[in-house]
T-cell receptor, first 112, second 113 residues
Framework: GENVEQHPSTLSVQEGDSAVIKCTYSDSASNYFPWYKQELGKGPQLIIDIRSNVGEKKDQRIAVTLNKTAKHFSLHITETQPEDSAVYFC???????????FGKGTRLSVIA | GAGVSQSPSNKVTEKGKDVELRCDPISGHTALYWYRQSLGQGLEFLIY????????KSGLPSDRFSAERTGGSVSTLTIQRTQQEDSAVYLC???????????FGPGTRLTVT
């Protein structure tokens, strides 16, 4: 089955700097890659997703890139703010009635 | 509009007791999922329901776990004879189409003493 590896497990950046979180997946058939943000005591919130027919997608300060050949995808956050501090999860899914497989998460701390 | 809601938000139970956790998905969402998140860990898939199809129970960790979805809407996750290792946050999500754009509820924190 699908396996998703996420790095780093923790990341600290200065406010205003960029943050990058990377994930690799094992099944080349995977075609859907969402990213979730989870704040303390809350459920995960979908922040951006990408499908395999697209190489990059942006939404304001957040972007996701996908490299299908290398089987990895990344989350980029620019101009980080303290409210970006949270745990971020990547996930992947193969076509058909299959569930998402999540990475183990990255705890991002933005230092003011 | 209303998001996914779960109840209770917290549940403390004694080892060996049965518990029921409830999920109200977003109206119109045909797919509903249950996940488990242990302290500081990622999300572990438990079960999903898609329309009128048979549920995918492949993630349930033991036969003490079961779930049902009545009328294509509300779902209940039942854990029988709870064990301490069942302590975790149980998250429910729903989406229009499996597996895209899943929206999560706030979770139920289960503590087994």
């Amino acid at each position: 089955g699908e396996n998703v590896e996420q790095h780093p497990s923790t990341l600290s950046v200065q406010e205003g700097d960029s943050a990058v979180i990377k994930c690799t997946y094992s099944d080349s058939a995977s075609n859907y890659f969402p990213w979730y943000k989870q704040e303390l005591g809350k459920g995960p919130q979908l922040i951006i997703d990408i499908r395999s027919n697209v190489g990059e997608k942006k939404d304001q300060r957040i972007a996701v890139t996908l490299n299908k050949t290398a089987k990895h995808f990344s989350l980029h956050i620019t101009e980080t703010q303290p409210e970006d501090s949270a745990v971020y999860f990547c996930a992947a899914s193969i076509p058909g009635n299959t569930p998402l497989v999540f990475g183990k998460g990255t705890r991002l701390s933005v230092i003011a | 509009g209303a998001g996914v809601s779960q109840s209770p938000s917290n549940k403390v139970t004694e080892k060996g007791k049965d518990v029921e956790l409830r999920c109200d998905p977003i109206s119109g969402h045909t797919a509903l999922y249950w996940y488990r998140q242990s302290l500081g860990q990622g999300l572990e898939f438990l079960i999903y329901f898609q329309g009128n199809s048979a549920p995918d129970k492949s993630g349930l960790p033991s036969d003490r776990f079961s779930a049902e979805r009545t009328g294509g809407s509300v779902s209940t996750l039942t854990i029988q004879r709870t064990q301490q290792e069942d302590s975790a946050v149980y998250l429910c999500a729903s989406s229009l189409v499996l597996p895209y754009e899943q929206y999560f509820g706030p979770g139920t924190r289960l503590t087994v003493t």
